[in-house]
């Protein structure tokens, strides 16, 4: 069983930056893959970034060179630094690692908004 605890998300103006954070349970956390995915009100939820264990990185084509996704195996947690947020970019983000299974975490509010 994994627990993921998301923190950081809140209300930004367009142009403006966020880094979002998510801390995971587990011994061999550098064996999860992870990623953060969004939902916004009435769309599907969509993968915005993952990294596996190894440190491959793939990013929806919407954020890249906006948003960068990384991880801490020490501190058994992955972030995701936000910048030139634009209002279509607010969003619920939630913290996804896989091992073995699908594991959420509960979700944090992101809006961009003037």
């Known amino acids: 069983q994994v627990q993921l605890v998301e923190s950081g998300g809140g209300l930004v103006q367009p142009g403006g930056s966020l880094r979002l954070s998510c801390v995971a349970s587990?011994?061999?956390?550098?064996?999860?893959?992870m990623g953060w995915y969004r939902q916004a009100p009435g769309k599907q939820r969509e993968l915005v970034a993952g990294?596996?264990?190894?440190?491959?990185?793939n990013y929806v084509d919407s954020v890249n060179g906006r948003f960068t996704i990384s991880r801490d195996n020490a501190k058994k947690s992955v972030y995701l630094q936000m910048n030139s947020l634009k209002v279509e970019d607010t969003a619920v983000y939630y913290c996804?690692?896989?091992?073995?299974?699908?594991?959420w975490g509960q979700g944090t509010q992101v809006t961009v908004s003037s």
């Open positions: 996804y690692a896989y091992w073995f299974n699908d594991y």
């Open positions: 587990g011994r061999t956390f550098n064996t999860y893959h």
């Open positions: 990294i596996s264990g190894s440190g491959r990185i």
